[in-house]
């Protein structure tokens, strides 16, 4: 990736590019396995364009680099949103009985998943790279994840807006039409790819051969 916007293009300079989003949003359309399938085809992606090669990967069930990141993406998640959920629960219950105690709940509760929300955008793109590149273990290395996206804040910030971007971009499908969501979200996960692939550009990020 030359620059950031080359996130953006270099899907369609890939042969057969049409045919490989397609065939892969029809995999997508397979529940919680087509999305898995989705996060491998992203990874395999980024191998190529680590390797140098702007090519998307071919489509198909990479369902074993896809639960690798799914699982990380999950326990991230998980714990990210777990206190936030629990404040807003106890929160709704309380508020009938005790009005001032359950808004403020309510509003420390939202304040957190906003803070959340925030955080997790930000070590998206350190996330996607230790995974695809170590592995589960590397994903989970929380200090490596940190350390990583705090190299340079002003590249992870522009990383993860790319990446926010591509999962607007994924989501157009809905206005075009229902279906064309699982075709969309396909060209989002390229971008994505090629927004991390820039972002280990900018940074000192060794690229090992790709994790099991």
Do not use: K
Request: aromatic share 10%; glycine share 12%.
């Amino acid at each position: 990736m030359n620059s950031a916007g080359d996130a953006f293009v270099f899907p369609f300079r890939s042969p057969n590019w049409l045919a490989t989003i397609v065939l892969q949003g029809l995999i997508l359309i397979i529940p919680i396995i087509g999305f898995i399938a989705l996060l491998g085809w992203l990874m395999v992606t980024l191998d190529n364009l680590r390797a140098g090669r702007q090519e998307l990967a071919p489509a198909g069930f990479h369902l074993g680099r896809g639960i690798v990141l799914f699982g990380v993406q999950l326990i991230y998640g998980v714990a990210l949103f777990v206190i936030p959920g629990v404040l807003q629960g106890i929160g709704s219950a309380i508020v009938s009985q005790s009005t001032g105690v359950g808004v403020l709940l309510i509003t420390v509760a939202v304040v957190l998943e906003v803070a959340a929300t925030r955080l997790l955008a930000f070590l998206t793109p350190a996330l996607i790279s230790r995974t695809s590149a170590f592995g589960f273990t590397g994903g989970m290395d929380v200090n490596a994840v940190w350390q990583q996206a705090t190299a340079n804040v002003p590249h992870t910030v522009l990383a993860a807006l790319l990446v926010w971007v591509a999962s607007i971009v994924g989501g157009l499908g809905f206005i075009l039409c229902f279906v064309g969501v699982f075709f969309t979200a396909v060209y989002g996960y390229a971008v994505m790819a090629g927004a991390v692939a820039w972002y280990e550009g900018t940074q000192q990020v060794p690229a090992p051969s790709a994790a099991v």
